[in-house]
């Protein structure tokens, strides 16, 4: 079996691996893309809008198929495992933050993260909402919260699940610049204590250069700036 000599598996040097991906809807959107997520990394992606970022950032996060190439989770090909493989990362291992948040409608915010502890076994750490300020909107309904505090909630709600990679697709998108700035320690906090990493999508270039590394999707191609 090739490589079964081998002591060490990617996943001590790598959280994630992308290699050569390729996707086109009509027209070609990107191709050969490789990038490697190491612990405690943050890897930024910055481009002008309709570039493919969110496209990319859904490939890397496995809610989409390229065309071509693979991406690499624990020494597996995330769109060639069974399905029950794959939920079960996406449920525990994945912490994916979208623009559109999908926090439950019918329930207030502590249910909202409370199914998040179920599923994961963590226990829903006040700190983090301290650290957010939505500590006071608890009780509220999620209807009653502003766009800002639904996407603190979200966000919440994604480090309660305890994930080894967050996948943000622009997570302060809403945020006024104060508020974005502290929500983005929230999230290199969180990866520096729990080595875990971090993939993001943001226009905003002063956010991005606080990552490790920095990338630009032009062309078709990811180029690195950092
Ligand atoms: N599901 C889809 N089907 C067809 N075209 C799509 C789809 N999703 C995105 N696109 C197109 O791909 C391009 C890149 O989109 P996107 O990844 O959202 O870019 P960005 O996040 O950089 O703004 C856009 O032109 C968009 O219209
Ligand atoms: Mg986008």
Known sequence: MKNSNKTTSSLDTYLLEAKNITH????PLFED????LEKKQTIAI??????????LLNIFCSLLTPNHGEVLYADQNIFNI???SLLDIRRKDFGIIFQAHYLFRGFD?????EIASLLTGNTVDQELLNKLKIDHVMTQGVGELSGGQQQRLSIARVLT???KIIFADEPTGNLDTQTALEV???LFDYVELNNAGMILVTHEEEIAYRCDKVYKLN????EQLK
């Open 82 to 84: 069974s399905t029950k």
């Open 184 to 186: 983005m320690d929230v």
């Open 33 to 36: 893309i490789n990038i490697s």
């Open 161 to 163: 699940k305890k994930p």
């Open 46 to 55: 910055i481009g002008i809008s309709g570039s493919g970022k969110s496209t």
């Open 24 to 27: 086109n809807f009509d027209y």
């Open 219 to 222: 062309n078709n191609k990811l």
């Open 109 to 113: 915010a502590n249910e909202n993260l």
